[in-house]
């Protein structure tokens, strides 16, 4: 029997506001960029949680990294 090769589906998520618009994709690649810029290593981080808010296109993450490799989560805000 011939197994069809499946398709690999791609998904695209873009925030759309006031004449922005801004792909997830490239948002988290912009702050695991800033992260690994500040000297974190991304196998370090539990947690990763980005927040966009429109109004003013401000993005924040909070990067919650176990006791074992940082003591407290990092905060930031990333300007657009």
């Known amino acids: ?12 998520i873009e925030v759309q506001f006031q004449e922005r618009n801004i792909d997830v ?4 690649k912009l702050v695991k ?12 981080i539990a947690n990763l949680d980005i ?6 296109g401000d993005i924040y993450y909070v990067a919650t990294i176990p006791l074992a490799f940082h003591s407290q989560p990092r905060i930031k805000k990333l300007l657009q």
């Open 25 to 28: 994709k490239d948002t988290e």
């Open 51 to 56: 927040y966009y808010q429109p109004e003013e």
């Open 1 to 12: 029997m011939i197994k069809k090769k499946e398709s690999i589906m791609k998904t695209k």
């Open 33 to 44: 960029e800033n992260l690994k810029a500040a000297g974190v290593k991304m196998n370090t």
